[in-house]
C-alpha cells in the first residue's frame, strides 16, 4: 500500500535498532502509537505482546488486519474468500460507484468497473461479519486486503486528497481481490485503539513506545478520506462537491500542527509508562533534531540517548519531487521514572537551581505545602510534590511572567512569541531592532505591557537576563541569543507541568510571609535568597527592588532561626565560598545553631564561574 511515510523499506534497520536495545522477553508489550500501515508492529507480532493506535479506522483497520493475518483460516466461512471473489464479475452500483467514478459522478477516483467491483466486495465482506461467517480477525483481514486491492487501481498520486484529471495506466485495470497474507505468524496478543494518542498515552500500559508522527503539515484524514469511508462503511451523504471527501474535522490532528506538535510531544513523554521510547522523524520535519533531543533528554537517562540517521527513499508524487537529500532519525531513550524528571524555566535566572535538584529532593522533608520563598525562575517549586505550591518574588514583574506561563494556553504563548518577533525582526545580534522592540514595550503604560512581550524581549537581551532600572524599565542590553529549540523544549514542558499543579502567586517581602499566610510544622520554606559573596541584577539595590548586604543577611538568619523556634522546617540555598573568599557570618551561624550543612561541590553559573554552594537544613534528615 502506498501510504504517507510507510516504513516497509527501512523495517529491517529499525527492527535490528529496537532489538539491539531492547531485552524482548515473552511478556514484553510493544506499543505503536501511529501505527499507519502497521509496518513496524507487524515485524514484532511474533516477539511481543501488540497495541496498535491510529488516529484513522482505515490505518488501524489495516494494520490489524495485517498483524492478524496468519490466525485467519476462514474454517466457519467454509471457502476460500480469495478465490471465491476473484472467481466473478458481479458490480454492484452503489456507493463507490455512484460517488467516486465515472458511474455516478464526475469524480475519477476509480472506474466506473472497480467501484462496482469495490461495492460488491465491501458488501459481501459485511454480510459474512454480520452473518457470523467470519470471525473479527478475519473481518479485519479482508478489509485490509480491500484497502491493498483499492490501492493498486486508484486513480491517484499514492494519497486520495484528490484524483488525476487523465486516467492512469494501471487505473484502467480491473481491480483484483489481493492476499495481503505474509510468513510471520502472529503468535502474541493483539489490541487495537482508533483514537487520538494524547488521549490515551496514560492509560496504556506498555514497555516499547515507538512513535511515528507526521512530520508535516499534511492532514492523513483529508488524505485518505476515501480509506476511511470504504472501512467505515457508513455512506456520508453530505461530502465535498469536488473531491468527495467526508467531513475530516474528527480526523484532524494537531501532530500535523506546527508548535501543537511540539506540545503534544512533551505531553507523550511525560504520561507514556514505557519504559523505552523510539521515534522515527523525518529531516524536513516541522519539529528539530535539537528539539527531539532537548525533550527527550528531559525525561530520559541522558547517555541512553541516541539518534541513528537512516538513509531511505523518499515517497514523492508528481508534485513533490525534487533533489533534496531525505533520510529518517530514528530517536531512543531510556526513560526516567518521573520522579527523576527535572523541569526547568524557560527564563535563564541567575542563581539557578535546576542542577542541584535532585540534592534538594534527597534532603527534602515532604510536607502538604511548599512555599518557594524567593521563586525566581521557579526551578526548584516546579519540581515539588507537595499538594500545594506558593511562589513567592519580591520582584512582581518576574511573578507576572511566570504566572504568565500558567495563565496562558502554551500554544497561544508560543505563537503570540513568534509574532512578536516577526514583527520586530528580532534576530540574534541585531542591537538595532532589539533596542526598538525593547523602548515600544517600555513606552507602553503598565495596563498593556504583556509579560507574553517582555519574554520575547528577553530571548534577545544579554545572556537572556532580566533587569530594570529604578522604574522598572527593561534595560538589559542586546545580546546574541534567541529563541532557539532549548528554549522551547523548556518552555513547552514548564509550562504543562505548571498548568497541572496547583500554585498560588504571591509577590511581597519574604520578612511578611508569616503574617501572609497560615506557617505550620506541616509548611515548608525553601529560601534561595541573593549571596553576599555574589551580586546580580536582582540584588545590587539599583532596580527599584531590595538590595542585599550584610544587614539582610543577618535579617535573614534571624528568619530561618524564628522558624525554628516555631518548629517549621525550612532549607537554604546559599554560596559559602566563592573566588576564594569565604562568608565567615553563614560559617558561624550555622555551627551556633548547630544546623545541618551540606556542601554541593562546585556548581558553574550561567556566568562559567564556578561557586561553592551548601544548602542549610534547620531540621534533622
Known sequence: MRYLGNKDSIIDRITEIISSKVDIQPNTIFFDAFCGTGSVANAFK????IVINDNLNCSAT???GRIVASQCTFNNLGFDPFEYLNSNDIVYQDYFYTNYSPGGSSRMYLSAHNAGRVDYFRKTIEEWYTASLISKEEYCFLLACLIESVSFVSNTAGVYGAFLKEWDDRALKNIQFLNLYDSIPSTKNVEVFVDKLENIISNVQCDILYLDPPYTQNQYGTQYHFLETLILNDKPEKISKVTGSRSTREMRSDWSKIYKVHILLDKILAETTATHIFMSYNNAGDMSKDYIEALMKRYGYEDT?????????KYENWKSQNKNTHFEYLFYIKRKPSSEVVYESPLNYIGSKAKIVPYIHAN???????????????????????????YNDINFIVKDLIKSFREYDTYEYITYVKKFIDKFQLEKGNKETYLKARDYYN???KSKKDPRMLFAIIL?????QIRFNSNYSFNNPAGVRWFNDCILSKLTSFSRILK?????FLSTDYINIPDTLALSENTFLYLDPPYKLTTGSYNDGKRGFKGWDDKL???????????TQNNIPCMLSYVLEHKGEINTELEDWINRNNYTYIPLGEIIGISGQPRKEILVLNYEI
Request: charged residues 20%; hydrophobic residues 35%.
Open 46 to 49: 511474533n516477539r511481543c505482546n
Open 62 to 64: 489495516y494494520a490489524y
Open 305 to 313: 540517548f541516541e539518534c541513528i540517521k537512516i538513509p531511505y527513499k
Open 364 to 390: 527534602l522533608l515532604k510536607t502538604d505545602t511548599f512555599i518557594d520563598v524567593f521563586g525566581g525562575g521557579f526551578n526548584v517549586g516546579i519540581n515539588i510534590n507537595s499538594s500545594h505550591l506558593y
Open 443 to 445: 513606552e507602553l503604560p
Open 460 to 464: 534577545y537581551s544579554f545572556q537572556q
Open 500 to 504: 497541572e499543579k496547583d500554585v498560588t
Open 553 to 563: 543577611e543577618e535579617e535573614l538568619f534571624q528568619f530561618i532561626d524564628t522558624m
